[in-house]
């Protein structure tokens, strides 16, 4: 009986260790490089001839309202961060723009795009719907009562990143 119970022992035991063993499993770890944004400028905001103390409108959907195009990754969201000129300059002298209008369309055309509030420096956030985006910008200029005759011009950049999501 003695050897019974010590077998029995010998058995828990070694059932017990079996038990103890721990387990394992392993998952893929995978990223996947999207293509980079491109980002071009494909017309000026162009507000042909002002007269003095005649504020001049350029509607974002006008044919000389500023224009980029982007490209990205479908579906993602890109930040947008413009910097838009307060003035523009010939020389020394300078015209204010006081007003801009963007607005973004996945398709290259201004019927039905989408109003963006931009601020200066700060990001708004948009998405690559069909993998481009279509940016319009229309504004106002407010040449002063006197103000100098002459070729004024400024820069409107736009950067675009992806914000990740």
Sequence with gaps: MASIRHLTALIVLVGAAGAAQG???SIAATATVVTP???TGTAPLAFGNVFQGVNRTIAFSDATSGRFSLTGYLGSQVAL???LPTTLASGANTMPINTYDVRVNG???TAGATALTVISGTPV???FVAGNLF?????RVVPAAAQAAGAYTGSIVLAAA???L
């Design 37 to 39: 944004i491109t980002v």
């Design 81 to 83: 961060t413009f910097t």
């Design 125 to 127: 956030n948009s998405n």
């Design 135 to 139: 940016v319009f910008v229309g504004g």
């Design 107 to 109: 398709t290259n055309v």
């Design 23 to 25: 387990q394992s499993a």
């Design 162 to 164: 992806y914000t990740g």
